[in-house]
């Protein structure tokens, strides 16, 4: 990859919701869990996660929901208010300042690869799974598998999500 940054755009299927990514993602899944599956009435999830500020809305309204996680933890879960499409999602561990960003809603998805396969354990029998991806029955550590760049920008997020925790403490 060059120093360039990537130029991404994306949006809803009604098209009200328009977005921008100036920005590669810190990882890349597919997550094949139970809950993904039940989210988007599909297989699985694939999904691109950025620094909050990386996505920028260009257009329509989004509407957000608190959904639990596999690991019963909230996530908020953000939809076109018109088509009702789900675009993004925030997880838990970076809380406000980190998003996932649905792989289909890009306009031209075909050269984002996962990093990863994960809670496969949990696929729908008939499902395959591509070659060449690393597969996990549950998820993996970041560390053993996000190169040193990616890894930094990941434990960066943590550590402000942590901050934020530790400020609504004292308050």
Known sequence: MSGQATIRQGGCGCGKVRYRVEREPIFVNNCYCALCQL???STSSAYAFFEVEAVEILSGELVRFAQQT????K?????????????????????????????GTFDDPSDIVPDAAVYVSQRMNWVTLPEGIPAFDGYYKPDDLLPPDRLARLRHLVEKHQADQHLSEDI
């Open 75 to 103: 996530q908020q879960i953000m939809q076109c208010a018109e088509c009702g499409i789900s675009l993004f999602f925030q997880p838990w561990p970076t809380g406000r300042h980190g998003i996932s960003v649905r792989l």
């Open 39 to 41: 989210q988007t009435g």
């Open 70 to 73: 596999g690991t019963d933890r």
